[in-house]
């Protein structure tokens, strides 16, 4: 799935000149994060999100006068003084996985789309892949998640048989998920079945060596110690 299909492309923007105060009004009646800041000729220049907007904020232990009056003239100041500067970008031929994992690793949430020539064309937010992920694995729709382990050694074979076994009940899958980092020896298989009648579908598993356990439990079980 592409950037394309998901980004939110009826953008509000801003330029440098508007104030912190109708930055932080217009993000808050429109209940978006992210306001993208643009050139006059429609480049992307910089984003200011709500967190910029809070960090500008004056400390609440000031004395209530003192307080009022920072605040008053820090909301006076435009966005340009507080927008993160030539931001991190992504452009709309890029896939919802490489978004995901730079938005992870660089810690941000939301990527300004843009074009080659740097006009923007989009926003991508942590929404977005949310709603993305949602609709691919299908987990909208009523249904169970089964957990089967399964022998790591095995390379090959064990998803078919799987599905053989799900398909021979007339059962739909909503998705199939794989954990690889678990355990040296075995793996962690979680199909989404699009049905609440799973008592057969169980036994035959079972029946034909699969282990199965509680998704909730097998995640509570793998938790990293805080």
């Known amino acids: 799935m592409f950037v394309s299909e998901r980004m939110a492309k009826n953008l509000i923007t801003a330029g440098p000149d508007m104030t912190i105060f109708e930055a932080k009004t217009i993000m808050a009646e429109k209940g978006f994060r992210h306001l993208p800041i643009v050139d ?89 892949l949310l709603r993305s992920f949602v609709s691919v694995l299908n987990i909208d729709e009523p249904g169970c998640l089964l957990c089967i382990v399964v022998n790591a050694k095995e390379k090959t074979g064990q998803m078919k048989k799987i599905v053989d076994i799900i398909t021979e009940e007339k059962i739909a899958m909503g998705s199939v998920l794989v954990a690889r980092a678990w355990d040296n020896n075995k793996r962690a298989i979680f199909p989404y079945l699009l049905t609440n009648n799973i008592i057969n579908v169980k036994k035959k598993l079972i029946e034909n060596g699969f282990e199965l356990i509680d998704p909730m439990q097998w995640y509570l079980d793998h938790q990293q110690p805080q």
């Open 40 to 128: 006059s000729a429609g480049k992307l220049i910089g984003i200011v999100s709500d967190r910029d907007i809070r960090a500008a904020m004056p400390s609440t232990l000031m004395k209530k006068a003192d307080y009022e009056i920072t605040l008053a003239t820090i909301m006076n100041f435009p966005v340009g003084d507080i927008m993160t500067k030539n931001p991190l970008t992504i452009y709309a031929y890029y896939t919802i996985q490489d978004s995901l994992l730079m938005m992870q690793k660089k810690k941000v949430g939301a990527l300004p789309v843009i074009d080659q020539e740097g006009y923007l064309k989009g926003l991508l937010s942590v929404r977005d």
